[in-house]
């Protein structure tokens, strides 16, 4: 597609269920990240996937976070048992591997967890 | 450690108005990437700049200007004759060279521009 793709756009949840955040990156974009964005910690680094290397996990806050690529492409961000500092809006950006390596953002996704 | 500072937090102008916001960073690297970047109210982060740790050539882009010096440290963004559509969160953001690499990112400055 021509940017990154980020669903749902919002998702509300209840205390202690699963939610499942999936980004598209940009076609050809080897490399993809994830982010959350709250109004307490600001940008944050979660993940980094790079093609087939083992994905970059020291971002994670807790063994609850986890996220998968599948075939290179699209990523899933799965947060299990949710609680309510989960709520953030979470980012995904992707970029090139080589030359200029600008990350690119989608839209993020918006979770509130009651 | 990877560090940006952007300790305005709020700026409110008028159309029109010229409007500086700061960015001072700390790394270890002598090799790294700055960036900035606009996050308007629709919420998707738009790149803007990227500028590397070895060209500190100043840069002009319309109405906006960017002032890159190392001795202090500061890579601060310059907007000329705001405008309304310039409101947004402007975060500055730091990277370590090589593509193995986060985005290390200021707090934010909300710029509000009034008519």
């Known amino acids: 597609g021509a940017g990154v793709s980020q669903s749902p756009s919002n998702k509300v949840t209840e205390k202690g269920k699963d939610v499942e955040l999936r980004c598209d990156p940009i076609s050809g974009h080897t490399a993809l990240y994830w982010y959350r964005q709250s109004l307490g910690q600001g940008l944050e680094f979660l993940i980094y996937f790079q093609g087939n290397s083992a994905p970059d996990k020291s971002g994670l806050p807790s063994d609850r976070f986890s996220a998968e690529r599948t075939g290179g492409s699209v990523s899933t961000l799965t947060i299990q048992r949710t609680q309510q500092e989960d709520s953030a809006v979470y980012l995904c950006a992707s970029s090139t591997s080589t030359g200029v390596l600008i990350q690119y953002f989608g839209a993020g996704t918006r979770l509130s967890v009651l | 450690a990877q560090k940006v500072t952007q300790a305005q937090t709020e700026i409110s102008v008028v159309e029109k108005e010229d409007v500086t916001l700061d960015c001072v960073y700390e790394t270890r690297d002598t090799t790294y990437y700055l960036f900035w970047y606009k996050q308007p109210p629709s919420g998707e982060l738009v790149f803007l700049i990227r500028?590397?740790?070895?060209?500190?050539q100043n840069e002009i882009s319309g109405r906006y200007s960017w002032n890159f010096q190392k001795s202090t440290s500061s890579f601060n963004f310059t907007i000329t004759a705001s405008q309304v559509v310039d409101s947004a969160v402007y975060f500055c953001?730091?990277?370590?060279?090589?593509?193995?690499?986060?985005?290390?990112f200021g707090k934010g400055i909300t710029l509000s521009v009034r008519p």
């Open positions: 500028r590397n740790s070895f060209d500190e």
């Open positions: 953001a730091l990277k370590r060279a090589g593509a193995n690499s986060k985005l290390t």
